[in-house]
């Protein structure tokens, strides 16, 4: 039954939509579309229905990031991923962690569409040139360049960090106890010197309108952001795109989310979405997928 087909490849088909549009709300709407179109198919017809599901799903995905690349554009203050509460076995496959996270999500926003889909499929999922420039349009050739482009784009930006697991988040513990109880060196001291703090409300919630560079700045913001919080509010530890999370909860409600990109047992960089379009999908886990790679047929 089509289906059954589409229930099976289902959390490949979210991954891919997802790490081509930043946005979970997107990435279900891009399956919605995806799924009516197959059900109109033959299933019969379609010798790898994967295969086939994947070329729709990407192509929704491509016209889907074009039309919303005008609205971000006029997004107020940073944007960030909707973040996606991710399963600890993700953590596991460093490729795709690293695919999910949210510095490398900012890097594929700095791609045009083709680019982005060209360099998802190709460096994350493993699919050769020749299958993707039949699923998106171009040349093999021109799909080869593409590629190069992109992912010399990517890895000039790159930012290295380190999966959750159970040492990270012991780092975040200690920084947000420090936090908590002022210890300013404590909190120094578990910063990089050149740690960035991205904060996305999109001018719907506080938040900051810039990003926040330097060990003292952004302490000086956490420190102050943790004042504004109330007994009522709770922290509770997660996995957020693969990256080791803390959520704030207020009266029930998910206030704020930071994600935490930690290298050499120093914090790197604060993710913090308030944005409460962004929140409203985030105690949903979606199961994440790279999927055992079969060939494309045209």
């Known amino acids: 039954m089509a289906e059954d087909a589409f229930t099976e490849h289902r959390p490949l088909l979210f991954t891919i939509a997802y790490e081509m549009l930043g946005s979970t709300t997107d990435a279900e709407d891009v399956l919605q579309e995806s799924y009516l179109r197959w059900s109109a198919v033959d299933p019969a017809a379609v010798e790898h229905p994967r295969a086939y599901l994947v070329r729709v799903v990407t192509r929704q995905a491509l016209n889907h990031l074009r039309a919303v690349k005008a609205r971000r554009e006029e ?72 590629a190069h482009r992109a992912r010399r784009h990517v890895h000039a930006r790159r930012r290295r960090f380190e999966p959750d697991s159970d040492a990270t988040r012991e780092i975040i513990q200690r920084f947000l106890l420090a936090a908590a109880t002022g210890e300013v060196q404590a909190l120094m001291d578990l910063l990089a010197p050149d740690v960035v703090e991205i904060s996305d409300g999109g001018g719907k919630a506080r938040a900051a309108r810039r990003p926040i560079t330097g060990r003292d700045d952004v302490a000086r913001f956490v420190l102050g952001v943790l004042r504004t919080t109330t007994a009522a509010t709770r922290i509770e530890y997660d996995t957020c795109n693969g990256m080791p999370a803390a959520r704030f909860v207020t009266d029930g409600e998910l206030d704020w989310l930071v994600a935490f990109e930690i290298h050499d047992g120093r914090i790197t960089g604060l993710y913090g979405i308030r944005n409460p379009d962004k929140l409203h999908r985030a105690d949903m886990v979606h199961p994440l997928d790279r999927g055992g790679h079969q060939p494309w047929k045209p």
């Open 75 to 146: 997004y107020v203050g940073p944007w960030l991923p909707e973040p996606i509460r991710t399963a600890p076995e993700v953590s596991e496959d460093a490729i795709l962690a690293e695919s999910v996270s949210m510095a490398m999500m900012l890097v594929l926003e700095t791609l045009n569409p083709t680019e982005r889909a060209v360099f998802v499929l190709h460096d994350v999922f493993g699919y050769t040139h020749g299958e993707i420039a039949a699923s998106i349009g171009k040349t093999e050739v021109t799909v080869r360049q593409i």
